[in-house]
């Protein structure tokens, strides 16, 4: 599913895809009440081989970790609700320009907008007077496009605008990460949230909407959209779509609620191994039939 | 995230503006219809040293002014192999366009109260800045020849701290800013050293009057259980279930609207206190408390106060974004601020 297929195909054929392109664990990290560590693998290229030895896409990889619930410090006023914080930051070899240590507005940004995803699954009045902490460290990056195309080795058209499109993949990325992991810190909430992005590409013969896709295999992205979507609820708790879209504004919002519910599937069956894992109990069918 | 925490409305107050908001039709505390902006004072070019300025005062007493200077900048290496590239007469017909790259255009949103890296002013400025970027016009408009461009810096500046969530104040002011804006009228050819026209009246306006492009405008939609309202106050925001901000611009060619961008916003609904049902209440022991949790939970905010939980529903998203565009409310907008323009 990484090459960014038409949507053409069918959801279960899609899922299937998935599932053998995305990794997610839980529990990595034993300090933290709750983590999870989420890659996408490129897999092979449906792209014809070129003469560059460049690779012409990137993977992500990112690790997730809840500390929390906790109390607040005692010079922190009355809150009512759990505090939730998010930080995500990419490291500084994530991708293939440097970060620095302190973070730049899109990690502001990105961290921004997993907050107020997260926030609307919590259910936060549950833990009053406390916090939690959300980090996400990113330490591979999408790129934001295929990088030869900065020196024209490529044969394609230039491009100098990469429109950073990689963002909404690492923002899918964490939903999903931080969704595993805040089940794993035992935090209440109405629905596992799963993260999916949809693009619109523009070529000669028209345009075409992809799922998933892989900014350095696409000439020209020209709209994205990354949605947060709790299945059995059908809402989504976040939306962020931006570019030239043609009047497509909700036709790309369906699509990233398909690629989410692709994403859904492999979150819903690591989340029933990890709870086997810590109770000790066989895992029952109920969550098939809550997720579908 | 959000704007403010301290809400300063009992369960009761929310709960009331909660059913008055969700019922059919709405009732709005102020009165307006879903779709009735406040009322707002507006000025364009105020700021003699900027290149485009304007000033959008709400009747809440929220302000805003916004200056938009502009730097010549060398360009960096890449563009001029692009050119090159393009001389051969393969891609000559293309040079005007596909040349402007995101980061000349800079926008700093500087809030009350709040440090230059909160969350709040950059999320805003992120907010602001890819609806502008969205078509990729504004940049290709930057683009002077292959080796200068014009550096654009919008800076905004928020007189008052912010009572409701300043987006709407923000992208309203932005807006007649940038259509105020004129840079000086180029004297030079191809890809000489610059050389500008130095009478003032001769200069160009960043989007010219004659086509009918605008800058895009960003609202702020609150949806109260299935009603949609524009421009939400302090009050009405404090019982939001979702906010939305939608970008929409007006296509050159035919008025017709277009979504640019679309972002959810945190709601301050969600930091709010839950009510406690009367029978519950401490002292009154009809009730355990594993007993009293599970009825609370039972409740769903149908007797008392509960902050909304959970997200906002797909068939609504679809139905906001549809009136958006077919409503009219954005083109009134955008009509009257090009008035103000004059």
Redesign the interface.
């Known amino acids: 599913m990484r090459s960014g297929r038409s949507v053409g195909l069918r959801t279960a054929h899609v899922r299937q895809l998935k599932l053998t392109s995305t990794v997610l664990k839980t529990g990595l990290t034993p300090s933290a009440s709750g983590s999870a560590y989420f890659e996408l693998d490129p897999g092979p290229s449906s792209s014809p081989p070129s003469a560059s030895t460049i690779p012409s896409r990137s993977s992500l990889k990112l690790t997730c970790t809840v500390h929390g619930p906790k109390p607040l410090p005692r010079s922190a006023p009355f ?3 759990l505090i939730l914080s998010t930080n995500v930051k990419y490291a500084p070899f994530a991708a293939r320009q440097r970060r620095g240590f302190i973070r730049d ?2 990690e ?2 990105l ?3 997993l ?3 997260l ?3 919590i ?3 549950r833990w009053p007077k406390s916090g939690v902490d959300v980090v996400v460290t990113v330490l591979e990056a999408e790129e934001d496009g295929w990088w030869a195309d ?1 020196f ?1 080795l490529g044969q394609s058209t ?1 491009r ?2 990469f ?2 499109w990689g963002m909404m993949t690492v923002l899918a990325g964490c939903i999903t990460a931080a969704s595993a992991a805040l089940v794993e810190a035992g935090i209440d909430c ?2 596992l949230v799963s993260g999916g992005v949809a693009g619109l590409v523009r070529s000669k013969s028209g345009t075409s909407v992809v799922l998933d896709p892989c900014p350095s295999e696409h000439e020209d992205l020209v709209a994205g ?1 990354v949605v ?1 979507h ?1 299945a059995s ?15 497509q ?2 036709t790309l ?2 699509h990233a ?1 398909d690629a989410a519910i692709a994403a859904r599937g492999v979150l819903a069956s690591v989340v029933k191994e990890t709870t086997a894992l810590r109770f000790g109990v066989a895992s029952t069918d109920s969550e098939d039939t809550a997720m579908t | ?1 959000a704007p403010y ?1 301290n809400i300063p409305l009992s369960p009761a107050e929310l709960s009331y503006l909660h059913t008055s908001l969700s019922s059919t039709p709405a009732i709005r505390p102020d009165g307006r219809r879903p779709t009735d902006f406040r009322t707002l004072t507006a000025e364009s070019d105020i700021l003699p040293s900027a290149n485009g300025s304007a000033r959008i005062c709400f009747a809440d007493g929220t302000e805003a002014v916004v200056g938009v200077k502009a730097e010549i900048e060398k360009s960096s290496k ?2 001029v ?2 050119v090159a ?1 393009g001389e051969d007469g393969q891609e000559h017909s293309d040079e005007s366009k596909g ?4 980061a000349w255009l800079q926008i700093s949103v500087d809030v009350p109260g709040l440090r230059d ?1 909160d ?1 709040l002013p ?2 805003l ?2 907010m602001v800045s ?2 502008l970027l ?3 016009e504004l940049k290709n408009r930057l683009y002077i020849n292959s080796r200068f461009h014009w550096r654009l810096y919008v800076d905004v500046l928020l007189l008052s701290p912010p009572l409701s969530y300043p987006l709407p104040l923000l992208s309203l002011t932005i807006h007649l800013a940038l259509l105020n804006t004129r840079l000086p009228a180029l004297v030079s050819q191809g890809d000489e050293d610059p050389l500008f026209n130095d009478d003032w009246a001769a200069a160009t306006p960043l989007y010219p009057h004659h086509n009918n492009k605008n800058p895009p405008i960003t609202l702020l939609v609150m949806a109260v259980g299935g009603n949609a309202f524009y421009d939400p106050s302090r009050e009405e925001l404090a019982v939001a279930d979702a906010v ?1 901000a939608i970008s929409v611009t007006r296509l050159q060619s035919s008025s017709s609207l ?9 709601p301050p609904s ?5 009510g406690v049902p009367k029978d519950l209440i401490a002292g009154n022991a009809s009730a355990n408390a594993m007993e009293a949790r599970v009825r609370r939970e039972k409740d769903e905010g149908m007797a008392v106060w ?2 909304p ?6 068939a609504l ?2 139905q906001i ?2 009136n958006v565009l077919s409503d009219g409310v954005v083109n009134d907008i955008l009509d009257a601020l090009v008035k103000v323009n004059g």
């Open positions: 809150s009512p609700q507005a899109r502001k940004d961290s921004a907008h907050e107020s995803a926030r609307g699954v259910i936060a009045d900065e024209d230039r100098t605008n429109g950073e109405v629905d959209c947060g709790l609820r059908d809402e989504l708790v976040e939306i962020w779509s931006r570019g030239d879209n043609e009047d504004a909700i919002v369906d609620v | 995230m925490t890449s563009i192999r692009h590239h040349h402007g790259e995101d890296d969350a950059v999320f400025a992120a890819e609806a969205a078509d990729g939305l277009q979504i640019v961008s679309i972002r959810t916003v945190d969600r930091l709010t206190a839950s509960r902050p939980r959970g997200g906002l529903k797909r998203i679809a974004t549809k």
